[in-house]
């Protein structure tokens, strides 16, 4: 019986499968970009890349600057309206900075068990319930939910979802970038399950984020690229 439960949920998956179109691409000034989100209040992005640095990016991909915030092989950003949150995968610890000046407050450390390099791989805010979302990469891949205190509440599995590099939020959903599979993920709204899907025609995805006109922004890790996708209906 739960085989076949099985079954009809990948069934269900498969039958929203859609393709992802390039609009635009453009090579960064950055190496190895892991992640990007939008930075409340302005209409310019933030982008962590060089495996320890923040950049601002404008929304066209023209790189602004470099921010003095620089850590040990960060992998995810996300920001409230209060605070930036950055983790540092190697040593599992959650960066704390405010929001505006960009200044580091505190770290926090989180060790949920796996390895030295097996910390939080991808971070999202949850606007609404004021939560913050962390998934790990992968062996094994789980999301855990914490507060804005960066207290862990509790962590969880979503069916079909085995590996993650890049989580964001919008329109009251979050969206799950996957970079072995090349796909994103629209989790239902009470992260319950996998919606949609976009198979995405690039190498290496790492960050994301949404722009306006639901246009999306996705980096390339390996090839330092800025991408633009629309995300086609089914």
């Given amino acids: 019986m739960r085989t076949i439960l099985t079954l009809a949920l990948m069934l269900s998956i498969q039958q929203v499968i859609a393709q992802a179109d390039v609009i635009r691409k453009s090579s960064m000034s950055v190496a190895e970009p892991s992640d990007i989100t939008s930075w409340p209040g302005k209409e310019n992005f933030l982008v962590l890349a060089d495996k320890a640095f923040l950049y601002e990016y404008a929304p066209d991909g023209t790189q602004i600057k470099r921010h003095s915030f620089e850590s040990l092989d960060v992998e995810a950003i996300t920001c409230s309206d209060k605070y930036c949150y950055v983790s540092e995968e190697t040593l599992q610890r959650i960066h704390v900075l405010d929001v505006v000046t960009l200044n580091e407050i505190h770290a926090v450390q989180w060790h949920h068990g796996g390895g030295r390099n097996e910390g939080v791989e991808a971070l999202v805010w949850l606007e609404e319930s004021r939560n913050l ?7 094994p891949q789980f999301f ?3 507060n804005e205190a960066v207290q862990p509440l509790f962590s969880f599995r979503v069916e ?3 590996e993650v590099s890049a989580l964001t939020y919008y329109g009251g959903h979050v969206y799950v970038l996957s970079d072995e599979q090349a796909t994103i993920y629209k989790l239902s709204k009470d992260l319950k399950k996998v919606e949609m899907q976009w198979s995405v025609p690039m190498i290496n995805p790492e960050g994301l984020v949404f722009q306006q006109g639901e246009k999306v ?3 390339s890790d390996d090839a330092a690229q800025w991408v633009e996708l629309k995300l086609n209906k089914p």
């Fill in 133 to 139: 979302l962390a998934s790990t990469e992968k062996d």
């Fill in 160 to 162: 079909g979802i085995n």
């Fill in 144 to 146: 855990t939910l914490f």
């Fill in 217 to 219: 922004i996705v980096l």
